[in-house]
């Protein structure tokens, strides 16, 4: 089956525009997950979904960061005001949850440049 | 604060040779260890994953190795091939415990580059 898809790919914003990334998660998989990857480092946790509710937002660096999942699939990501630091690979990666299993499953990322 | 721990930074093996991989973790709360594969341009792929009430798995030619008293755990890749070099992570997480946290905690990588 399909794997987790982000779009874009690739994304070039001027510092102080507003971007919104997408993330299509693996059909049926409950539980969505955010991460921010910088260059050379590991990938950090932003937020996580189960269905539509956002149960941890922790990890979000800023409120320029906001994150939804309205119908409980798709998922967006959205930065406000550009920054320079936020320059990064996103990362979303989706997990089922269910019968004990906790393995999350990444999509390819989209990598973020802030001019 | 890091909660997980890595290392090497980097590390050059031989064809064939066996590579290793070693992190450690502060908070005892995790109870899920996975180790994921990354290659340029793409997402982490999980290879493999442990939790702490066994010390070895074995999957192929990667094992994970766990020591629960000194906190750590370690990567294992046998007869290392050249398609192996990429970066690793390992990752550690609570999912199982009754108010557990699924977010993973990641290590800084290791860049593994396996020469014929």
């Known amino acids: 089956g399909a794997g987790v898809s982000q779009s874009p790919r690739y994304k070039v914003a001027k510092r102080g525009q507003d971007v919104a990334l997408r993330c299509d998660p693996i059909s049926g998989h409950v539980s969505l997950f955010w991460y921010q990857q910088a260059l050379g480092q590991g990938p950090e946790f932003l937020t996580y979904?189960?269905?539509?509710?956002?149960?941890?937002k922790s990890g979000l660096p800023s409120d320029r960061f906001f994150a939804e999942r309205p119908e409980g699939s798709v998922s967006t990501l959205k930065i406000q005001r550009t920054q320079q630091e936020d320059s990064a690979v996103y990362l979303c990666a989706s997990s089922s949850t269910s019968g004990g299993t906790y393995e999350q499953y990444f999509g390819p990322g989209t990598r973020l440049t802030v001019t | 604060q890091q909660q997980v721990k890595q290392s090497p930074q980097s590390l050059i093996v031989q064809k064939g040779g066996i590579s290793i991989i070693n992190c450690a973790y502060e908070?005892?709360?995790?109870?899920?260890f996975p180790w994921y594969q990354q290659f340029p341009g793409k997402g982490p792929a999980l290879l493999i994953a442990?939790?702490?009430?066994?010390s070895e798995k074995k999957e192929g030619r990667f094992t994970i190795s766990f020591n629960k008293s000194a906190k750590q755990f370690s990567l294992h890749i046998m007869d290392s091939q050249p398609g192996d070099s990429a970066t690793y992570f390992c990752a550690a997480s609570n999912p199982y415990s009754g108010a557990g946290s699924y977010q993973l905690t990641f290590g800084k990588g290791t860049k593994l580059s396996v020469i014929p």
């Open positions: 908070n005892t709360a995790f109870d899920y």
């Open positions: 979904f189960q269905n539509e509710a956002q149960l941890d």
């Open positions: 442990i939790r702490p009430d066994v």
